[in-house]
């Protein structure tokens, strides 16, 4: 078997507060290969972002640590690389990201070709402002900006917010990175727009073999995207198979309750499954499986014991101790 | 009819700049509806469609270019004084971010009796009996009245802000995009607790939403909007069922579903929403429309029926 892209082995990212410490990242296993992507699917808090922020070595400098666990990419551990290594050969080179908010990731003062040509720069695959600029062209051009050799000299704001998640996406791409994390990258947008960007990163996708990691809350946005998903809930994940399998026969009552909790067009006015509680604190989360306190199945197994991780099918992994079907 | 919303404008005047003509958005540009008691009618539309402008108006906190909103059929341009007061008390609203709608320096005690004190004179016991009731119909303990807002989560900061709307027995409640900053598994806590309260108080709701799935869940009846118009309306049944307005259908197409074997087409809908202040001629939409005629181009659509309480404004639209 070849080997995956990105292979994180038991990781577990702490952030060291005056109130406590965190445990937003909790021992997480996940792997994602050439040109698949990954959606990496919980709540706010549940630890996804902090998982891409790991990856990335892009945690709060005063708070953030990883205490534990491995990043492999091509064979490299990227949670064992200095600061230097990791700015001169990897971020933005060959692990790059989209955040949520295009307006918070573009600099208002300088021009998008500016922006854009900052990788090509920094890397060195382009010398000279020329070079740069057509480099810069060369690439709005693949996330479809129109005529953008006139565009260059334009300002962010000029941009429209479908044009700008763009622009982002241009500079995350710039050169040519094996494995892009997109965190909520569709959320502040319209539904129309999302079509056009979902469309855009299965383009990149399948002209590259780029791996992609999808963070979002989002569940329709997931299906339309990935191949595979993995449900995080309280710094863990509990749930991961491929795209089918988590929508049609999700195990873990955490991905039945979510996918209950939702309104899905075509489906009206039923009342809506809600879920009662609230996720357990991180500072302090329970010995047993996180999710029991507020699971239909508990039993006193369920606080006594964190369940291990089980195999249903190939590639369907489940961390519970009542795994299945939905009780009908 | 409770509340009703007659040719309704709002124009911002933009850019008086020295040298350059000032212009205007027309954020809402010319709409009409109308609210029955105990219905829930939602505007549904993307960014800058003025949906959030209309309810603004409602609840007065923006002042109509023109055209008139009517509650139990008085003009509100014409209320004055104990009228006016009466008003704001039966119209309440509910807005999108719990961390910014509840002011952090309050008691959550203080943050209900607020609304109470403004509109009546109410003695302590009084006011502590009311605090705690309206607490225990949103589901919260009597003691988080003693409490601050960071003490909350988000979804019962939001239970909080429906406590202090109901806490003067409104009649009709705005809700701004209710459950759209909260998590995914308290949505459903919250979207259930609003439908019960409205069967038990008998409620109307206006709810501003761009969540498309949300809408046709909660919602009775709904208008589509569009760059400041109305482009359909009607039962949201019907809506859902047989959109008629291109704009509606792209839209309703558009919708990511959960569901890995659907796929968005991408040809439902072209380009990006125009600016509000130079929109196209004829029917706004017409640029990004994948069926647009010549006629389209030229001719403002009129507003006509689509069926049974079903309308919209489009040229290619049959009647049923």
Request: with cysteine; net charge positive.
């Amino acid at each position: 078997m070849s080997q995956p892209l990105l292979r994180v082995e038991n990781l577990r990212t702490h952030l060291f507060l005056k109130r406590g410490v965190v445990k937003a990242v909790d021992g997480v296993n996940l792997h994602v290969d050439a040109g698949e992507t990954l959606g990496l699917v919980g709540e706010s808090g549940s630890g996804k972002s902090m998982t891409s922020l790991s990856i990335l070595r892009l945690l709060p400098r005063q708070s953030g640590r990883i205490v534990e666990g491995h990043i492999w990419v091509d064979g490299v551990d990227l949670a064992s690389l200095s600061e230097e290594e990791m700015a001169r050969d990897w971020r933005g080179r060959r692990v790059s990201m989209v955040s949520q908010d295009p307006m918070t990731s573009l600099n208002p003062v300088f021009t998008v070709g500016d922006q854009v040509g900052a990788p090509f720069r920094y890397h060195g695959l382009a010398h000279g402002a020329r070079a740069v600029r057509e480099a810069a062209v060369k690439v709005l051009r693949r996330v479809r900006i129109p005529s953008p050799e006139k565009r260059l000299d334009d300002y962010p704001h000029q941009f429209s917010g479908g044009m700008r998640q763009r622009v982002v996406a241009a500079m995350a791409i710039a050169c040519a990175p094996r494995l892009l994390i997109a965190d909520e990258p569709t959320s502040n947008l319209d539904v129309t727009i999302q079509v056009q960007m979902i469309a855009l990163f299965r383009e990149l996708q399948r002209d590259s073999g780029l791996g992609i990691i999808l963070i979002t809350h989002d569940l329709g946005v997931a299906a339309s995207i990935c191949q595979r998903v993995a449900v995080m809930y309280a710094g863990r994940i509990v749930e991961v198979g491929d795209v089918r399998t988590i929508y049609r026969s999700p195990a873990h009552p955490y991905t039945q309750a979510l996918l209950n909790a939702i309104p899905h067009l075509g489906q009206r006015r039923r009342r809506l499954h809600a879920i009662a509680g609230q996720p357990p604190s991180l500072i302090d989360p329970p010995v047993g499986c996180r999710f029991a306190a507020r699971c239909s199945r508990r039993t006193a197994q369920c606080d006594a014991e964190y369940p291990p991780e089980v195999e249903l099918a190939s590639g369907h992994k489940v961390a519970c101790w009542r795994p299945g079907p939905e009780a009908a | 009819m409770l509340l009703e919303v007659r040719d309704l404008k709002k124009h911002f005047p933009v850019g008086s700049g020295l040298l350059r003509a000032s212009g205007a958005v027309r954020a809402v540009d010319g709409v009409s509806f109308s609210v029955d008691v105990g219905e829930t009618f939602a505007l549904v539309g993307e960014s800058g469609c003025g949906k959030t402008t209309i309810a603004r108006m409602v609840l007065m906190l923006e002042r109509p270019t023109a055209g008139a909103i009517l509650f139990d059929g008085k003009d509100l341009a014409g209320m004055s004084g104990a009228g006016l007061k009466a008003y704001r008390r039966q119209v309440q609203a509910v807005f999108q971010d719990p961390y910014a709608s509840l002011n952090p320096r309050l008691r959550v005690r203080t943050i209900i009796a607020e609304p109470i004190l403004a509109h009546e004179r109410s003695g302590r016991a009084a006011l502590r009996r009311r605090v705690e009731e309206v607490l225990d119909v949103v589901g919260l303990p009597a003691a988080a009245a003693d409490l601050f807002p960071h003490e909350f989560s988000g979804g019962q900061r939001q239970r909080i802000a429906i406590a202090r709307a109901l806490a003067v027995n409104p009649r009709c409640i705005v809700l701004d995009e209710p459950i759209s900053a909260l998590d995914v598994s308290i949505r459903a806590q919250v979207l259930n607790l609003l439908a019960d309260i409205q069967e038990r108080f008998r409620l109307t709701y206006l709810i501003i939403a761009h969540d498309l799935a949300l809408v046709e869940h909660f919602s009775t009846r709904v208008g589509v909007m569009y760059l400041g118009n109305m482009v359909e309306a009607g039962p949201t049944d019907a809506v859902f069922d047989r959109p008629r307005h291109p704009y509606t259908q792209a839209l309703l197409a558009s919708v990511p579903r959960p569901d890995p074997d659907h796929q968005p087409p991408l040809d439902a809908i072209r380009g990006e929403i125009a600016s509000a202040m130079a929109p196209p001629s004829g029917c706004k939409f017409h640029p990004r429309c994948p069926r647009a005629i010549d006629r389209c181009a030229v001719e403002v659509p009129a507003w006509r029926s689509l069926g049974r309480d079903h309308a919209g404004a489009c040229h290619l639209a049959e009647g049923a």
